[in-house]
């Protein structure tokens, strides 16, 4: 596992990082938290020492699970999450009744489903400096540790960054780094355009940006801006949120892909260089150096090791990046 210099955190992050969005919840059937756990082991073993959650992911069981995971080996993970987002009281209660739950829903053969982004919206956020506190000191609860490598606000609309309310958040942020509850903070954006407002925001040390081989608006400007104020750069969304899955029949991406013509396009292409569709799309991502580190959500040992081996494939060559870019720029 290669590493990248975290713009100035002073951290080297692995080049793939673990996205914490798929574990636990109550409709997991593949092992439940023995396996997360277990995939989250194999992980760091494989080299992998960043790993991004967030206190919303699973109503806070990822948060838990990333914690159990690493607290006797705390000092060789960089753990990134994220606040904002105010967990209805109803979800709260999910956290309580889940234990008893899951082993119902998974005899019953419910299975989990994938929830749409725009869900997100229906979801009240929170920025205030009170809210933040409270929120990142029950994710160090959470967590099992003293501290938070990297704290960040989750999503703030366009309207929240050019808010008065948006400057307390950073000073309420900032001062949690004073009392050494953050080492860094930053912001995780839902879209690239939105970026150009965070541009030289002081103290924050890191964006995590959608970016990949159908999502290139990062590349018109947006990396050279981050890279120019040494922002740790997080890309997520490499395998366009599971579009790019070989699995995926054309009806089924017709029906659930609004760039399903570019995928199709892009599919025909791999093949002709004898790649599968994600292996491509990750090494497209890791062949932008200006990227910190490349998030991919994984839940399993069976989706950790497929991860590890496209990091394994070989680099593309210059022409199979040019045929890749060019196929989804005209798209």
Known sequence: MQHRVFGKTGWKVSEI?????????LLARDGGRKASLATLAA????????????????????????GKAFRKSRDKVFIATKGGY??????????????????????LGFRRMGVPTSA??????????????????????RLQTDYIDLYQMHSPSSEMLRSAQFQEALGQL??????????????????????????????????????????????????????KHELGIIARGCFAGGALKETLTENELRSSEP????????????????RSTTEAALQFSLRERRI???????????????NLRHYASPPLSEEEFHRLLTASASA
Request: aromatic fraction near 8%; charge should be neutral; include cysteine.
């Open 17 to 25: 990082g673990f996205g914490g969005a798929r574990i636990g919840g």
């Open 43 to 66: 992980a760091l073993d494989a080299g992998i020492n960043f790993y991004d959650t967030a206190d919303m992911y699973s109503q806070g069981e990822s948060e838990i699970l990333i």
């Open 86 to 107: 105010c967990t209805p009281a109803g979800k709260k209660l999910i956290q309580f009744i889940k234990p008893l739950a899951k082993p119902v829903v998974q005899a």
């Open 120 to 141: 997100a919206g229906l979801i009240p956020q929170d920025f205030t400096p009170g809210y933040l506190r409270q929120a990142a000191e029950a994710s160090l609860r």
């Open 174 to 227: 900032a001062r949690l780094k004073t009392e050494g509850k953050i080492r860094h903070f930053g912001i995780a954006l839902d879209a690239v355009d939105v970026a150009r407002h965070c541009f030289g925001l002081e103290g924050i040390s890191s964006l995590q940006i959608p970016f990949g081989i159908l999502d290139l608006e990062a590349r018109d400007g947006a990396f050279e801006e981050m890279t």
């Open 259 to 274: 760039k399903w013509e570019r995928v199709l396009k892009l599919r025909r292409i791999v093949e002709q260089m004898g």
């Open 292 to 306: 910190g580190v490349t998030i991919i959500g994984m839940r399993t040992i069976e989706q950790l090791t497929a």
